[in-house]
């Protein structure tokens, strides 16, 4: 093992506190490490993490008693990227979850240390604006923090599962101990060295919840008008009309026909922040990831529609939990007529007067909504060194 500073001396730098919750550290107490040998964070100044611009119109955060500091997302980020956390150090959150992607991934379902993933890997773009509270698409995770570690744990993913014949979590507890960065970052977030799983968790989803995007087109638009309802005065007509459509309500006859309005995008996908409703139920795909035959009517959440596309309209990755597709118009085609198909699940937004809604889209409206969801995305999510990886190879 390589020699570095040794913790006793950090352990006197830095005041002592036990409490997982708790990463808070005094800025005058940041110790001096030294670990340029493997990361490339600079430790007398650490990344801003905690201090980003929000727009005063986002008033969606479901952080609860977990608050971002510099420490613990600096942790959190070198977790992200470490492949150490797989049991055959192949694979790490980022390798399912890409900067370059917003934090999501281009493959239908992402490959783990034991075979392929049963569904997408869900894009983070903004994973702490959202009434949501819950993750994965089966919002089987309560918390983002519950969240992180389950794919840790999952024998496909990253292998330490404790079941056939896996490591267990206590087993990455003790290779993390023996890795020369981590009780020096720990104790720069926690105040020990010590290393467990609710402390990994809230350094984790720290890092996640920091990921944020609102240097959009829209963004500079909304910040020019009362609300969203008016035209933005920096769009063009078609992105002012998709605009109207994503908001404006539909209007159905008695056979669930749209007669006039819009196509109520934002029934679900609820704007400025553009997260999921909670009370969302599925939307009507029903499929399995990797060609397996059956039905899984469990979906109901959703990532956060913005940066869903780059500014240049190119996809960050397939859509939905099968990644079904790369392209937009393919889930607009999905949403214009949706079949039932003995979904039991299926939200009732989706088929107004019991059958499934028929929105009879033009192509000039599709084209439009489609122009809209691309002023959603900015440019800085992409590139911004503090998301990125932190590690010198």
């Given at each position: 093992m390589k020699k570095l500073m040794p913790l006793l001396l950090i352990s006197l730098l830095l005041s002592c506190n036990n409490d997982d919750n708790d990463t808070s550290t005094q800025e005058n107490q940041t110790p001096s490490l030294d670990l340029s040998e493997f990361l490339t964070i600079n430790f007398d100044a650490l990344p801003d993490y905690n201090n980003q611009y929000i727009p005063a119109y986002i008033t969606k955060d479901n952080t609860t008693t977990n608050s971002i500091t510099n420490e613990g997302a600096t942790l959190g980020r070198v977790l992200f990227y470490d492949t150490n956390l797989s049991s055959n150090n192949t694979v790490a959150c980022a390798s399912c979850h890409k900067q370059e992607e917003a934090f999501g991934d281009t493959d239908a379902v992402s490959m783990g240390v034991n075979g392929t993933t049963g569904r997408h890997s869900m894009r983070l773009i903004n994973s702490r604006f959202a009434t949501e509270d819950k993750f994965f698409w089966d919002e089987r995770a309560t918390t983002l923090?519950?969240?992180?570690?389950?794919?840790?744990?999952?024998?496909?993913?990253?292998?330490?599962?404790?079941?056939?014949?896996?490591?267990?979590?206590?087993?990455?507890?003790?290779?993390?101990?023996?890795?020369?960065?981590?009780?020096?970052?720990?104790?720069?977030?926690?105040?020990?060295?010590?290393?467990?799983?609710?402390?990994?968790?809230?350094?984790?989803?720290?890092?996640?919840?920091?990921?944020?995007?609102?240097?959009?087109?829209?963004?500079?638009?909304?910040?020019?008008?009362?609300?969203?309802?008016?035209?933005?005065?920096?769009?063009?007509?078609?992105?002012?009309?998709?605009?109207?459509?994503?908001?404006?309500?539909?209007?159905?006859?008695?056979?669930?026909?749209?007669?006039?309005?819009?196509?109520?995008?934002?029934?679900?996908?609820?704007?400025?922040?553009?997260?999921?409703?909670?009370?969302?139920?599925?939307?009507?795909?029903i499929g399995l990831a990797n060609g397996a035959t059956g039905t899984d009517f469990t979906i109901t959440r959703s990532p956060s529609l913005r940066d869903v596309v780059k500014t240049?309209?190119?996809?960050?990755?397939?859509?939905?939990?099968?990644?079904?597709?790369?392209?937009?118009?393919?889930?607009?085609?999905?949403?214009?007529?949706?079949?039932?198909?003995?979904?039991?699940?299926?939200?009732?937004?989706?088929?107004?007067?019991?059958?499934?809604?028929?929105?009879?889209?033009?192509?000039?409206?599709?084209?439009?909504?489609?122009?809209?969801?691309?002023?959603?995305?900015?440019?800085?999510?992409?590139?911004?060194?503090?998301?990125?990886?932190?590690?010198?190879?």
């Open positions: 923090e519950e969240q992180t570690t389950m794919p840790i744990q999952d024998h496909i993913e990253m292998g330490f599962s404790g079941e056939d014949g896996d490591a267990s979590f206590d087993d990455l507890i003790t290779k993390l101990e023996n890795i020369e960065y981590y009780p020096q970052l720990f104790n720069l977030a926690f105040g020990s060295n010590q290393i467990t799983e609710s402390r990994m968790q809230n350094a984790i989803s720290q890092f996640v919840r920091s990921i944020q995007s609102f240097d959009s087109k829209y963004d500079e638009g909304r910040l020019q008008a009362n609300n969203d309802g008016q035209p933005f005065s920096n769009y063009t007509d078609e992105e002012n009309t998709g605009k109207n459509l994503f908001f404006s309500p539909p209007v159905f006859d008695n056979q669930g026909i749209r007669t006039s309005g819009g196509i109520g995008c934002a029934g679900c996908h609820q704007a400025p922040e553009f997260d999921i409703d909670p009370d969302s139920k599925n939307n009507g795909v240049d309209g190119t996809s960050n990755g397939p859509f939905m939990h099968i990644g079904v597709s790369n392209n937009l118009m393919t889930v607009l085609d999905h949403y214009d007529t949706i079949e039932v198909n003995g979904n039991t699940n299926l939200d009732p937004r989706l088929m107004p007067n019991g059958s499934g809604q028929q929105l009879n889209m033009t192509l000039a409206e599709k084209n439009a909504v489609i122009a809209f969801l691309a002023t959603l995305s900015g440019t800085n999510v992409y590139s911004d060194e503090r998301w990125s990886t932190p590690f010198i190879n």
